[in-house]
Each structure stands twice: as C-alpha cells, then as structure tokens.
C-alpha cells in the first residue's frame, strides 16, 4: 500500500478546549493509555507497510519533533508551520509527495481504521477525495410532532436519529492541492467545500471500527478508559 500513497499527519493546532491539560504539552502527545495520542497514528500507519510519513507542526513544535526524532518507528519529513494554517493549510509549504495520492490525518483522532480497505476503496472509485466518517448517534427522548401552519400534520414515536460525521481522515488526488491556497489558514473542510463548488466527486467511508475525536476532555477521559479493550493491527 506505501507504494500507492503519501501520507500527511495535522499536528500544529493548539487544543485549546483540552486546557490545562495542553498548557506546556501540545495535544499530540497528551499519553492516552502508555503512549502519547501520535504515536498511535504512527504505528498504524507503519502496521500497513508505510515507511515514511509527513508530520505537519506549529503549536510547541519542538516538543514534537524532540519526541518523534527519538524514535525510529518510521522515517518523518516535518512541515513546519510559521504561522496556523488550519487543518490542510500546510500541504501547500513543501511538494515532496511521490504519488498522486495523499492519505491526511488529524494527529488528535484515535483509530484502528481498516487503512487497506480505506485506500482501496479510494483508489477503486477514481474520485478526487474520499472522506472517511464516523456514526453519531441522538436518542431523542419524546414524540416528534411535525406541523404545516400551526396544524399537526404527523407525530412520529420517539426514535433514534443517525448523522455522519467528519472523521478528520481524508484521502485526496494530489491535483486537489491546487485548490489550496498559498500560506494561508485553510481547513479539509473549506477543501471539501471548493471541490464541490467546482464540480469534484466525493465519497464518504463509514469507519465501522473504533474512532474517537480527542477534542474535549470528555473525549480524552473516554479513549482512556476504551484504550486497553482496542485491538489495532500491530497488535
């Protein structure tokens, strides 16, 4: 799979909402379990046969690159960012993909995603992007009254209602990178946005297997507690 892909991990945003935890320790290496929250994304990555990785840094940059030059799990090309560049800003800064296709990732996202199935998928559609999402499920608790004009016009039971949400691990052609612009703050989903606008195919893959967002101290507290129960493909 390396030969087909390149692959970028966004580490350069501040996580803020997960002070204090992120005050002197930039949220990529915040430890879920005995690791920090990166390194699992590395190993995954390196579990399907990926042999080097781009890592883009900003926020505490240092502190990143010290922990990741010490460890020889994988070869990392890092992008520094002078100033944030949002979530896929930085892919503008250097041109050294090999393919013509690049795997992004969020550092902060805890997965044990199928990538093969992932990268296949992509490749097998020929779309521009393919995004991956993960299933958010709101119990709504009472009847749904529907009206027209102050009228009832259905009541629907109490059910369940099921949103797909952006998972932060994209794949795109390496031709979406015009789309970005040159130094400026600029996220996947404003990408995504200007794809469509210009037409681009899109698909979505539903990750069926474990993925949490480590956004907000709910969420960090939570992959704490589900970390010694997840089996990923190293394993």
Same mark, same amino acid.
């Given at each position: ?9 966004? @580490? ?14 930039? $949220? ?10 990166? +390194? ?5 990555? $390196? ?5 080097? =990785? ?14 990741? $030059? ?10 520094? +960012? ?10 503008? *800064?250097? %041109? ?10 969020? @550092?902060?996202?805890?997965?044990? *995603? ?14 521009? @992007?393919?995004? @991956?999402?993960?299933?958010?499920? !709101? ?5 749904? *009254? +529907?009206?027209?004009?102050?009228? !009832? ?11 797909? &949400? ?13 789309? !970005? ?10 990408? =995504? ?8 195919? !899109? ?10 967002? =480590?956004?907000?101290?709910? %969420? ?6 589900? =970390?010694? %129960? &997840? ?5």
């Amino acid at each position: 799979m390396h030969t087909k892909i390149d692959v970028v991990i966004m @580490a350069g945003g501040k996580g803020s909402r997960l002070m204090p935890l992120t005050e002197h320790i930039p $949220k990529p290496l915040l430890k879920i379990g005995n690791k920090p929250i990166i +390194e699992y994304n590395i190993d995954l990555l $390196k579990s399907y046969g990926i042999p080097s =990785i781009n890592v883009s840094v900003h926020h505490f940059s240092e502190q990143i690159i010290s922990y990741l $030059k010490a460890s020889d799990k994988i070869k990392i090309n890092f992008i520094t +960012e002078d100033k944030p560049l949002g979530t896929i800003g930085a892919l503008k *800064i250097k %041109d050294t993909y090999k393919t013509d296709n690049i795997l992004v990732l969020n @550092a902060d996202v805890l997965t044990n *995603i199928d990538l093969k199935q992932f990268v296949d998928e992509f490749l097998a559609n020929k779309v521009e @992007a393919l995004v @991956a999402t993960a299933p958010y499920v !709101i119990a709504l608790p009472h009847d749904i *009254i +529907e009206t027209k004009n102050g009228q !009832i016009t259905t009541l629907k039971p109490k059910h369940q209602v099921t949103y797909n &949400l952006n998972a932060g691990i994209y794949l795109f052609k390496k031709s979406c990178l015009e789309y !970005i612009p040159e130094n400026t703050f600029f996220n996947a989903t404003d990408l =995504i946005n200007t794809l469509l606008s210009y037409g681009k195919t !899109i698909k979505t893959f539903p990750i069926t297997q474990y993925w949490i967002d =480590i956004g907000q101290h709910h %969420d960090f507290k939570k992959a704490n507690e589900d =970390i010694n %129960d &997840l089996k990923f493909p190293s394993q």
